[in-house]
């Protein structure tokens, strides 16, 4: 199906997205933002989260948040066309695998805005806005600290193992998003480090905390000394692993850093919270568009998140080596592949 790609100009206000989201009952004089989760739910410290802080933001517009927790796929349309039968003015759907359901329900409710993170919009769509993020430019940037890190600069963090220059990614599911968070963290570490073994493994679920944690305690055992994770909930698993076994982790989506404070070294992120003001902001000055926005380190929407407790370990080489990375992709000096199909040359 034809695709519609636009930009959407993020206002910045301190260096920061501006923030949005919020929603009632079905009070007429009240204004409801809604959103259905995947199946992970609340809680799962990434993309669902994520969605439902920026739902919270959109108080100052005059909007109430509601949200209804998806158990299992077949809740999906149900439970968007609920939200809009209620008489929610825009229902969002959180994630790749909601996409059919999502569109469905727009088509179903052609008088009630839809927006979907990590959905590609459709021109037949009007009231549908889709979310994509360029989750390659973060991945490559966690790859470019990795890559440093767990070699020439393995003596910074007693966390770090010397000598194994190997590095891990833990994946929830195959999907688009996933795969461009994969492949930019591939290529990061490659850039930089050459000769580092990157292990990769896909757990098959977003919800399998217990399996995360497996996969990240197999991948510790083949001396990885940084496991990323863009894996949902099961990615606290994976943070919980790299907890356990004193190495370190990178978060996914959200800063992960207060879930696991002396492990979690720097989330991969992309601004789910603000992207959904954003959309907020527009249906209450009225220039709400259908089609697809896509974000990225252009917009400020993409990169890394703040080391916290480890900024005074991380050397001023490797944070020069972030900067002159982040620069090299905006200037277009530095290409990012977004599938492994484009770098199966690397992956062998």
Do not use: C, W
């Not at 919270?56 to 998806?70: D, N």
């Not at 727009?106 to 037949?124: E, N, W």
């Not at 190495?247 to 207060?258: C, E, K, T």
């Not at 917009?299 to 998140?305: I, M, Q």
């Amino acid at each position: 199906m034809k695709k519609t790609m636009l930009m959407l100009t993020l206002l910045v206000v301190a260096g920061a997205l501006v923030f949005a989201g919020g929603r009632p009952e079905a009070d007429p004089d009240r204004r409801i933002a809604a959103m259905a989760t995947d199946v992970g739910g609340l809680g799962d410290q990434s993309f669902n989260d994520g969605a439902y802080q920026g739902l919270l933001l959109g108080a100052p517009y005059g909007f109430e948040a509601r949200v209804v927790e998806s158990n299992q796929q077949t809740d999906y349309i149900p439970n968007l066309s609920g939200l809009a039968e209620d008489g929610a003015e825009i229902v969002f759907a959180v994630g790749f695998l909601m996409e059919d359901a999502v569109k469905e329900a727009a088509r179903m409710h052609p008088d009630t805005l839809f927006g979907g993170i990590d959905i590609g919009g459709d021109d037949d769509l009007p009231n549908f806005q889709g979310i994509l993020y360029r989750e390659e430019q973060s991945g490559y940037l966690a790859g470019v600290l990795a890559g440093l890190m767990t070699k020439d600069h393995a003596d910074a963090i007693p966390r770090l193992r010397p000598d194994h220059n190997v590095v891990g990614a833990v994946l929830g599911m195959l999907v688009p998003p996933v795969e461009r968070f994969e492949v930019g963290f591939i290529q990061g570490v490659k850039s930089v480090n050459p000769d580092a073994t990157v292990l990769s493994v896909t757990a098959g679920s977003f919800v399998d905390q217990a399996g995360g944690r497996e996969a990240a305690l197999a991948m510790i055992e083949q001396g990885a000394d940084i496991v990323f994770q863009a894996a949902g909930l099961t990615g606290l698993g994976v943070i919980q692993a790299a907890d356990e076994e004193g190495v370190l982790a990178i978060g996914v989506d959200i800063d992960q850093n207060h879930v696991a404070p002396d492990a979690v070294l720097t989330s991969a992120i992309k601004k789910i919270p603000e992207s959904v003001e954003v959309v907020l902001r527009s249906i209450a000055e009225g220039t709400f568009q259908g089609g697809t926005v896509s974000y990225g380190l252009a917009e400020d929407a993409t990169g890394l998140a703040p080391f916290h407790g480890f900024d005074s370990m991380i050397p001023q080489e490797v944070k020069d080596a972030l900067e002159a990375a982040r620069q090299g992709i905006l200037d277009g000096s530095i290409e990012i592949a977004t599938s492994r199909s484009q770098i199966q040359h690397l992956m062998d």
